[in-house]
């Protein structure tokens, strides 16, 4: 199975003598001081099983499967469970805080996967100005002080809080419909495209398979012919079908490539692919590199 690192390997590489605080709600939350992280260099390209909302200091860069963000001065970031990401750090100095959390201690309100920041690399690194990381920081600094507090609904108050900083920060992007949200027939199809594509995902075992792989096979489920179901995808998003399609498999080959011990054969198959030879050309073609090479030159 695909591994996941958890929030209990988090504290392991934490140099503090402050308890986790405990809360009243299921979920788990914490405010850290970044410079009591200890980060192994490269950070791992890897899944967590949590959030985090990063306030960082300091020039750095952060690699996705197909994007690179360079942070020179301050940034917020945001990261999810599913989007696996490496960190790398370029100057010695860097400080800030992080905010972690797990979806459950937002169970009452908006699932927290909905929000545009934790949806996509381009809207989840916010460069700021020092006014702008002030200001993030006072917020990150309230969050931590409040954790401390006896006050009895403090957990309901650090929700309305991290929400506020998302609010916040998602009102700094472009302007533009970056949520997501459908307002016409063409738009809620892409949505329900894009939607049933990322619920294939992550492969956790070598039994599961991706069902839909072309445009053609989403087309069917979502009751509409291919070639409609192309044109709205292309006028909503600027991309193809088989664009979204290439880019979520090659994300998750990536993965497993990394941080599985299966087969190429194996791997080939619960992404869809019939032959192990097919996959390995659609790999080369997407990445200039082989699985095989991709896997023994990928950071650990």
Known sequence: MAAFLSVENLYKN??????????????HFDVLKLEDLHIPQPHPYNRRDYYKISLVTGHSFIHYARQTFEIRES????????????????????????????????NQFLPIKQYPVFQQPAYAVLPLTSDEADR??????QLKAELQSDYAYKDDFVRT??????????????????????????????????????????????????????????????GVHVNYLNRAVKEVTNKTTSQWIAEKIILEARYLLTHTSWTITDIAWSLGFEEANHFSAFFKKHTQQTPNQFRKLAPV
């Open 136 to 141: 993030f920081e006072s917020l990150f600094l």
């Open 14 to 27: 934490i140099h503090t003598d402050q308890p986790a605080p405990v809360l009243a709600v299921t979920g």
């Open 75 to 106: 940034a917020l970031v945001f990261t999810n469970p599913m989007l696996p990401y490496q960190w790398e750090r370029k100057s010695e100095e860097q400080r800030g805080y992080v905010c972690v959390f797990t979806e459950a201690f937002f």
């Open 161 to 222: 809080q991290v929400l506020n900083l998302i609010h916040l920060a998602q009102k700094m992007q472009p302007a533009g419909n970056p949520t997501g949200v459908a307002t016409n027939a063409t738009e809620r199809l892409a949505t329900l495209f894009t939607d049933l594509l990322d619920r294939q995902f992550p492969i956790e075992n070598n039994d599961q398979r991706l069902s839909l792989h072309t445009a053609a096979s989403f087309a069917e489920p979502l």
